[in-house]
């Protein structure tokens, strides 16, 4: 597995709807999405001549440019933000009370 590298990481945070400055405490999910294999039945194929990849669902095959589990890494941010996220304006109001002592 190659690691990733801190922008791909970042990128994949703001694919998925995360603010990396904001919630640093969530980038497990950017990393864990950067670095998923394709699930079972799914092979990933590089595009001749250009340097991204698409996707292929061996029994169907079906294409798609968008990793097979995108969409789960989408929900599980969902999820988390939903049960654990403060609203964003706490974290504002915090932030800006600390810059103004």
């Given at each position: 597995?190659?690691?990733?590298?801190r922008?791909e990481?970042?990128?994949?945070?703001?694919?998925l709807?995360?603010?990396p400055?904001?919630?640093p405490?969530?980038?497990?999910?950017?990393?864990?999405?950067?670095?998923?294999?394709?699930?079972?039945g799914?092979t990933e194929v590089?595009?001749?001549g250009?340097?991204?990849?698409?996707?292929v669902?061996?029994?169907?095959r079906?294409t798609?440019r968008t990793?097979?589990?995108?969409?789960?890494?989408?929900q599980?941010?969902?999820h988390?933000?939903?049960?654990?996220?403060?609203?964003?304006?706490?974290?504002?109001?915090?932030s800006?009370?600390i810059?103004?002592?």
């Amino acid at each position: 597995m190659e690691i990733p590298t801190r922008i791909e990481v970042y990128a994949m945070a703001k694919y998925l709807g995360l603010v990396p400055e904001l919630e640093p405490r969530r980038m497990w999910i950017a990393l864990q999405a950067t670095v998923a294999p394709c699930p079972a039945g799914w092979t990933e194929v590089p595009e001749e001549g250009a340097a991204s990849t698409y996707y292929v669902e061996l029994a169907t095959r079906h294409t798609t440019r968008t990793h097979p589990l995108d969409a789960m890494f989408k929900q599980v941010r969902a999820h988390v933000c939903l049960s654990v996220c403060e609203p964003l304006s706490v974290n504002v109001d915090r932030s800006l009370t600390i810059l103004s002592r």
